[in-house]
């Protein structure tokens, strides 16, 4: 699978992308291909040499209000399937030597999504060449791509950025985009962005589903566990790389893997009804908005403020006993990824 996959990032034609993507599917659900293999890839993909490719920044920016605007709109559209085709790809084959072991229904997931993104490219290719124009008529940017690049080092950080934050956003900007299509009299463009909307759901649902696995499977060394548990462990056994399974919450991690590594805070408003359809309900980005830090700062603040008031009125009163309580809790608020699937 491997092979054929890196096929696919070395290829240079876009549609050749798309076309290897959907035979390569059809294999692999066939059954004709058995074995995920390991082949190295390359941190480049191959791009047709008309797209010119500038920094994002340097992109020129168009309204949709005109028609130029929107087949440079959908232009842009087009090159993101096209980069989206290899972050997929990507994500099968970069990892196989990862320390997760992830198991058959995950190549499965997204070998389905490099045929859905395959697919989506071409139904947005071959309307931008109805309208009279064509993939690399304009330049676009690189930035999904370097963004892939700064989170290939682990699969949980791929996970929560590109296809958790990016795909998220994805969701929440669509349905404005596909209303400004219709509203410039272009209802067959905004059909298509309607069924690549469903489809994009189910792509959220899966980075959302494989981030809880690997919350809920990780391996981490023995001596990370408590002290006495290491004790115990000494005594039976002197082999200290044993690795133990080790539970994590997947919506804290979230929040600490979006804050080191995405730039900025997520941004409103948001499609609470497709996320909610993917499984990533508000409790997942919500915290990650500026309002909600703001908050959590005031918050704090307050706090410091009454326990700065408590200490001074404690410091001028007789001291008196007290008994310390711990509780402990074995008990996380896991995700049931089992209820996860996609559609």
């Known amino acids: 699978l491997t092979h054929l996959g890196v096929s ?26 058995t074995e995920v293999g390991y082949t190295p890839v390359p941190d480049e993909p191959g791009r047709p040499s008309n797209v010119e490719i ?32 290899d972050l997929t790809w990507d994500i099968i084959c970069r990892f196989v030597q990862g320390p997760y072991n992830m198991p058959r229904e995950f190549y499965d997931d997204w070998v389905k999504i490099a045929q859905d993104e395959g697919r989506h490219f071409n139904l947005l290719n071959d309307r931008l060449e109805e309208l009279g124009s064509f993939y690399g ?11 892939a690049m700064e989170t290939k080092h682990d699969l949980m950080v791929r996970l929560a950025i590109e296809h958790m934050v990016h795909e998220g956003r994805g969701l ?19 059909q298509i962005l309607d069924v690549i909307l469903k489809d994009e759901i189910t792509h959220v649902t899966a980075g959302l589903k494989w981030f809880s696995h690997i919350c809920q499977h990780r391996k981490q060394p023995s001596s990370s566990t408590s002290s006495s548990t290491a004790t115990d462990n000494n005594n039976n056994n002197d ?35 497709a996320r909610s359809a993917a499984g990533m309900t508000e409790e997942w980005y919500m915290p990650l908005t500026r309002e909600a830090e703001q908050e959590q700062q005031q918050h704090q603040q307050k706090e410091g403020e009454k326990m700065s008031s408590s200490t001074s009125t404690s410091s001028s009163s007789s001291p008196s006993p007290s008994t ?13 990824v089992d209820q996860l699937s996609l559609k």
């Open 137 to 147: 008529a304009l330049p676009a940017h690189s930035g999904l791509w370097e963004s």
């Open 172 to 190: 929440d900007v669509t349905p404005k985009t596909i209303q400004s299509f219709r509203s410039g009299g272009d209802r067959k463009t905004a």
């Open 54 to 85: 500038l920094e994002p920044k340097n992109v020129p920016k168009r309204g949709m209000g005109s028609e130029a605007g929107r087949i440079a709109m959908l232009h842009s559209l087009v090159h993101i399937e096209n980069c989206a085709i």
């Open 8 to 33: 696919v990032l070395t290829a240079q034609d876009a549609k050749e992308k798309a076309r290897l993507s959907a035979h390569i599917a059809d294999l692999w659900f066939e059954g004709k291909i």
């Open 239 to 273: 082999d200290d790389n044993v690795s133990i399974t080790s539970i994590v919450d997947p919506i804290p991690e979230y929040h600490r893997i979006v804050k080191e590594y995405f730039r900025g805070y997520l941004k409103a408003p948001f499609n609470k009804e």
């Open 324 to 336: 310390i309580t711990t509780t402990t809790s074995d008990a996380i608020n896991s995700i049931n």
